[in-house]
């Protein structure tokens, strides 16, 4: 019985040695290693491989090994295997403090001071008072939620904005498209933790820029797929937009010569805001291993329909 790695390589050696450890039963493999490939029945992958159903006739279980599933084309997946989105639990402590990072950059003028720095120029820029600065999140799931959890600490006003209705704490919550609007208007920095589906994609473009206060700041942590990129530069450009903070882009990485590379106004990091941490995961696919063998419902388990 094959358990087979299809991600980062280097961290699919530490894989490797903690599935010895923990479960010296299953034959872990390294893609492209696959072996008789009739004897994989787990498949944890970023990039998926082609043909899955014909290729691993016995598949049990597909995993993520990242929290978004938007990477996968549902009808290669055989309907009776689960796909199971990483859920191990560093994954939202790498997005909180990725997204503090990001906002505080925003709230207290970061890439100015930077600039500033490199011309040699002293010069102070007002403080706004948290208080008076409006964070918006987008996507009140497991790690939107998370993120606003913490920023209650800071005493931003919070808001967030999300399909179905939800109720959280400190926060003003807004559910369906219709609310989008009133959601923006009272954004300053607007936060995007939405999964990449058809009703998302390009979500984060000229309209919904123009329904920002104006000069707001982003931060996309979701997906490339759901920023129109001619309508961020322009946004910036016209003003709409003061700032953004990018962690993914649409391909990554990103191409040599993207005018995101280089623009003033924008911070650009290589999809590094979370980072699924090897042990962690070994510790969540063996114990979903489990709950499937034992006919248990399984945390993280993608509904195709909706998409995430
Ligand atoms: P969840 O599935 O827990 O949450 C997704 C949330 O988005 C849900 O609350 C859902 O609403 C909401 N949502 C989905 N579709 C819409 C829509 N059309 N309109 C409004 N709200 C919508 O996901 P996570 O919080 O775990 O992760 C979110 C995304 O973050 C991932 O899909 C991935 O793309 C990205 N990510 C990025 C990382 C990085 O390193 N940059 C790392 C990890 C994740 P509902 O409650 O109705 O289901
Ligand atoms: C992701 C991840 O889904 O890194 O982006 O977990």
Redesign the pocket.
Known sequence: MTFLYKANAIRGVEWARFFAERAPELSFRLWPDIGDPAEVRYLTVWAPPENIAATFPNLELIFSV?????QFDFSQIPPHVPLI?M?EPG??E??VE?VTMAVLALHRDLLHFIDQQREQTWREIRVTPAAKRRVGV?????????VLERFKLFGFPLAG????P?TIEGVRCY???ETLPDFLAQTDILVC?????D??RG?LNTGLFEALPRGAKLVN???GGHLVEADLIAALERGLLSAAVL??AKPEPLPAGHPFWSHPRILLTP?????TTPEAAVEFVLDTIGRHRRGEALPGRVDRD???
């Not at 987008?138 to 998370?146: D, H, I, P, S, T």
């Not at 933790?193 to 589906?197: E, G, K, S, V």
Request: net charge positive; aromatic share 6%.
């Open positions: 990242g929290a978004g599933v938007d989105r859920l994954i939202a790498g997005m990725y987008m996507g009140l799931g497991l790690l939107g939620q998370a904005w999300n399909r179905s939800r559910a369906g498209r933790l939405l999964p990449l589906t009703e998302t979500i942590v979701g997906r962690d993914v999809h590094i805001a979370s980072m909706r998409g995430y």
